[in-house]
């Protein structure tokens, strides 16, 4: 039940929806003092989502920065969180604009930081389908050379609770010890984190896939973008994730 109502509530949330319901009430107000007003918050909100100067502020401001480790550090594991593939119509995988997690995973086996990787993704969808992501994944870890040995998959998880669940039975049941690299995207970390420590999980972020800018001011920042306006859909599902995980004890 708390898996499709978080679903349900992430779709509530998207701003294009709050735009939608603004210019369509617009449209069927015959009121024409009631019409221009809600035309005009419609268009306020368009353009309070869409202009990257807000989102960058944000972005910079709840990204985890980026962690350098320490001289010949190394860890047992690193934890990769799915949410980069997804399958097509023909239920094939594919990489999608996560995918920076994968990479950052694979580079931290290949260059000895850790010895296992581990991918936690099941299929999320409401309505899944037989593709499940972790499954899809050791392939191509097989394909970037990681030996099958360094290679643990967790593919039942469908949200970042069930990934902190799922992950710490299977590093116990392989005998691993802490602390673990944690491998999600920015937007995400802080959440993750939360999550990971609250369900014992002993994790050192290891956050890749910023999506900010460089934090720079430019005037360019207030040219509407499509861009902006996808990238608050991320924040604030994490951001409204993280209350409501505080609130029932979660995370």
């Known amino acids: 039940m708390f898996f499709i109502l978080s679903k349900i509530l992430a779709f509530l949330l998207f701003p294009l929806s709050y735009v939608f319901v603004l210019l369509l009430v617009a ?34 401001a709840w990204d985890i920065a980026p962690v ?17 593939a997804s399958d097509d119509s023909e239920g094939r995988g594919m990489f999608g604009p996560a995918a920076d997690r994968f ?56 949200n970042t609770l069930e990934n902190a669940s799922l992950t710490k039975s299977l590093l116990q049941k392989h005998g691993q010890r802490g602390p673990y690299l944690l491998v999600t995207s920015a937007f995400h970390m802080r959440r993750s984190v939360r999550i990971f420590k609250k369900m014992g999980v002993d994790v ?10 460089t934090g720079d001011f430019s005037l360019s920042e207030f040219v509407p973008s499509a861009d902006s306006l996808n990238k608050w859909s991320f924040y604030i599902k994490e951001i409204i994730g993280l209350a409501v995980n505080y609130i029932s004890g979660r995370g």
């Open 204 to 213: 050192m972020p290891y956050p890749c896939n910023y999506m900010a800018g």
């Open 68 to 84: 350098e480790l320490g001289k010949d550090k190394t860890y047992s594991a690193a934890i990769v969180l799915g949410g980069f």
């Open 27 to 60: 449209a069927f107000a015959k009121n024409a003092k009631r019409k221009r007003k809600y035309l005009l918050w419609g268009i306020g909100v368009l353009y309070f989502f869409s202009n990257s100067f807000l989102i960058n502020r944000l972005a910079h």
């Open 103 to 158: 990479i950052q995973g694979v580079l931290l086996q290949k260059t000895g930081r850790v010895k296992y990787i581990l991918i936690s993704g099941g299929n999320g969808n409401l309505n899944p389908s037989a593709f499940r992501e972790g499954a899809w994944a050791r392939y191509q870890l097989k394909a970037a050379q990681v030996p099958d040995s360094c290679i643990l998959i967790e593919d039942q998880s469908r």
